[in-house]
Every structure is written in structure tokens, then in C-alpha cells.
């Protein structure tokens, strides 16, 4: 049962427009939520976060959505650059759970491509 | 520089072959884990350990072993009777303080020939 979903596995967008990439939870407990991107054969990386006292985060070009309502969140970049074309994954986790046990759970991914 | 490295980053295993991915971390995180990533399917988490000498079973650790005698090193071993070892393998930690994100390592692409 996947609890982090990312339903498109591919986005193609133009240089310069806004890429949005989306993120379903079904845990209720999830209350943090973080986006890593990833380049092939590297490790992810950390891009964003955001907990859910907020409904909005924004860092540079990146800002983060969540809807707690309808469990999802989105990721907006503006403007898109060729540099950005990458695996993008949605993570979320429980503060309710202390620790080292604080795991993040991950989506399966969404491989985004910007188009010069 | 503090970080995690992984080696080898590509590794070659016989079927019926055990083999040891390494993980050495000098950040002092006391969380590590390792994670599967296979196309489609996101990352999926083999095992964790929270401490030295403890570890416990993620969502796949069938056909995996791992170790923590030390706090910067937790090797992960693919036995053979992992049925479908092929994958690109990564590890990562954190501290065990208030923070939420994980660092990664680079990853370690292992293909059974």
C-alpha cells in the first residue's frame, strides 16, 4: 500500500514556464513533507520542506503547496531551467514519531524534463 | 568536507554470489538506512538502525543483511537468496535531533551477470 503517491511518472515543460509536480498521502499522521531531486546515479538530494502548520513554502524559484484536506501537495518551480530536469521525489513523515524512527516514506518519483 | 560515501559506485555480482555494498558516514548522525530505488517504484527502505549494534527491518529486507558495529559504517550485504538483486542501491542518515531530512550518499549501481 503506497502511502506517498506520485502519480505522473514524467513531466515535460518549456524553458521559462512553470513546472508543477504533485504529491498524494493517505497516512493522517503525516505531518512533514520535504521534495529531494535527484540526477541519475547520484543521491537525492534535499530541495524543500514543509510542515503542516503551513500551507505554503517558498525558497527562490521552488515554493511547496500543501492542502491538508485533500492529503496533497505540489511543487512549483518558476521558471523552469534545462537544470532542473531531474527525478523529483515527495517524502513525508510523522513528528509524532521521535527519533531516529522519524523515517521518511517516499513516492515513486517524477521524472521532469525541461525543454530548452 | 562531512558527508556519506558509498563504494564501489558499480559493482558486478555472479548469481549465488553475496556481496557487500559499503556506507561510511563522518557527520556523526546516529539514523541510517538503506534504500532500493528501482524504475517506477520510488525508493523502498531495506533496513535502518538507529543506533551502534541495533538495526531493524524495513519493507524489503528479505535477502539483505546489514551491520552497525560503528557509528560511521553500516554495510549492506545482498545475499544470494535476494531473487531479484539488480538494482541502484542507496544509502543515507540523520541526526537524531529535531531535523527531518536525510544525506545521501551517491549510490551504488549493482547488476547480477
Known amino acids: 500500500d503506497q502511502q506517498v503517491k506520485q502519480n505522473s511518472p514524467s513531466l515535460s515543460v518549456q524553458e521559462g514556464r512553470i513546472s508543477i509536480l504533485n504529491c498524494d498521502y493517505t497516512?493522517?499522521?503525516?505531518?512533514?513533507f520535504l521534495w529531494y531531486k535527484k540526477y541519475p546515479a547520484e543521491g537525492p538530494t534535499f530541495l524543500i520542506s514543509?510542515?503542516?502548520?503551513?500551507d505554503k513554502n517558498e525558497d527562490g524559484r521552488f515554493t511547496v503547496f500543501l492542502n491538508k484536506s485533500a492529503k496533497h501537495l505540489s511543487l512549483h518551480i518558476v521558471p523552469s531551467q534545462p537544470g532542473d530536469s531531474a527525478v523529483y521525489f515527495c517524502?513525508?513523515?510523522?513528528?509524532?514519531?521521535?527519533?531516529?524512527?522519524?523515517?521518511?516514506?517516499f513516492g515513486s518519483g517524477t521524472q521532469l524534463t525541461v525543454l530548452p | 568536507d562531512g558527508g556519506i560515501t558509498q563504494s564501489p559506485k558499480y559493482l558486478f555480482r555472479k548469481e549465488g554470489q553475496n556481496v557487500t555494498l559499503s556506507c561510511e558516514q563522518n557527520?556523526?548522525?546516529?539514523?541510517m538506512y538503506w534504500y532500493r530505488q528501482d524504475p517506477g517504484q520510488g525508493l523502498r527502505l531495506i533496513y535502518y538502525?538507529?543506533?551502534?549494534?541495533?538495526?531493524q527491518k524495513g519493507d524489503i529486507a528479505e535477502g539483505y543483511s546489514v551491520s552497525r558495529e560503528k557509528k560511521e559504517s553500516f554495510p549492506l550485504t545482498v545475499t544470494s537468496a535476494q531473487k531479484n538483486p539488480t538494482a541502484f542501491y542507496l544509502c543515507?542518515?540523520?541526526?537524531?535531533?529535531?531535523?527531518?531530512?536525510?544525506?545521501f550518499g551517491s549510490g551504488t549501481r549493482l547488476t547480477v551477470v
Open positions: 543515507a542518515s540523520r541526526t537524531t535531533g529535531t531535523g527531518y531530512g536525510y544525506t
Open positions: 497516512n493522517s499522521m503525516f505531518d512533514y
Open positions: 514543509i510542515s503542516s502548520i503551513k
Open positions: 517524502a513525508a513523515t510523522s513528528s509524532f514519531r521521535s527519533g531516529s524512527a522519524r523515517q521518511l516514506t
Open positions: 557527520l556523526n548522525h546516529d539514523a
Open positions: 538502525s538507529q543506533i551502534v549494534n541495533d538495526f
